[in-house]
């Protein structure tokens, strides 16, 4: 499911919970000639840093579910 809302998933994900630091270096700067579809998923990491870094925080040490 990552890769595919992604584009690309983390190494150690397990349990349908990506870190956020993860997310925050992966997809830290869109690319000037980035396509349509790739705007679509930095927007998406975008939304799982906010969503579970920000809005929802909890004790998961810094990670977001999928």
């Avoid at 870190?19 to 990491?45: G, H, V």
């Amino acid at each position: 499911m990552c890769l595919r809302l992604l584009g690309q998933a983390p190494t150690d994900l397990g349990g349908g919970v990506i870190r956020i630091t993860w997310l925050r270096e992966t997809f830290d700067e869109l690319p000037l000639s980035a396509s349509p579809e790739t705007t679509e998923q930095y927007a998406r990491a975008y939304a799982l840093s906010l969503m579970g870094g920000v809005l929802f925080s909890d004790r998961s040490g810094g990670s977001v579910h999928l």
